[in-house]
């Protein structure tokens, strides 16, 4: 009986030190837990100020892009592909405008696409300059035949349009806000949907 109860004693000790040094591991895994969930929290808000940093400087590099095209305006639907062409073409639009056709300073033509026709990109003297053009074309209506007489019958009738030019991040912007105000559901004082 004294065997067993030392054989016993024995286990139990042996069971006491394991537990011990279980205890042990537990409070150190307790401790590197906290340390990481720290550390997790700093990275956490390091990582969340460079995002808030990012966003602020694609924001300005946005800015900065749309503000070289100052002093630029876009035409569209004219069938166009060389610069002469081009600028013989902006010379007639500023005549039907009624603008001076010598306030360009450079242009670029951008090739038509298969569902778009080309583009050309007008820079002006000022920015006022800008501004006048693009007032005269929201009150003008021009046709591609009023500027390119010799424009085949399907393409004459289309309408020559004139904008500011933007950067591609604010087109698919401007673009986005478009499709998105168009998706909205009216709902009048009764809240009864109209179609």
């Known amino acids: ?21 279980v205890l042990e591991g537990m409070e150190a895994i307790k ?22 940093r990012v966003g602020a ?9 749309q503000e070289r095209l100052f002093k630029t305006i876009d035409v569209y639907n004219l069938p166009i592909d060389d610069r002469t062409a081009a600028q013989k073409a902006v010379h007639t639009l500023a005549e039907k405008l009624q603008l001076q056709g010598n306030d360009v300073t450079d242009l670029k033509c951008f090739p038509a696409t298969k569902d778009r026709a080309g583009k ?5 003297e000022k920015e006022s ?11 003008t209506k021009i046709t591609v035949a009023d500027v390119i007489p010799t424009a085949t019958e399907h393409i004459a009738k289309e309408t020559v ?3 500011e030019s933007l950067t591609p991040f604010n087109k ?24």
Do not use: F, P
């Open 161 to 163: 349009y004139i904008s």
């Open 1 to 21: 009986m004294k065997q067993e109860l030392s054989s016993i004693s024995q286990n139990l000790e042996y069971t006491s030190e394991k537990l011990d040094e």
């Open 129 to 139: 300059v800008q501004t006048q053009w693009l007032q005269k074309a929201k009150t």
């Open 120 to 124: 050309i990109q007008i820079v002006l």
């Open 31 to 52: 401790t590197t837990i906290k340390d990481l969930k720290k550390k997790n929290e700093e990275l956490t808000n390091k990582c969340n100020n460079m995002q808030t």
């Open 172 to 195: 698919v912007l401007l673009r986005n806000a478009g499709s998105s105000s168009k998706k909205l559901e009216c709902i009048n004082m009764s809240g009864v949907k109209e179609e």
């Open 57 to 65: 400087l694609e924001q300005r590099m946005h800015q900065m892009e």
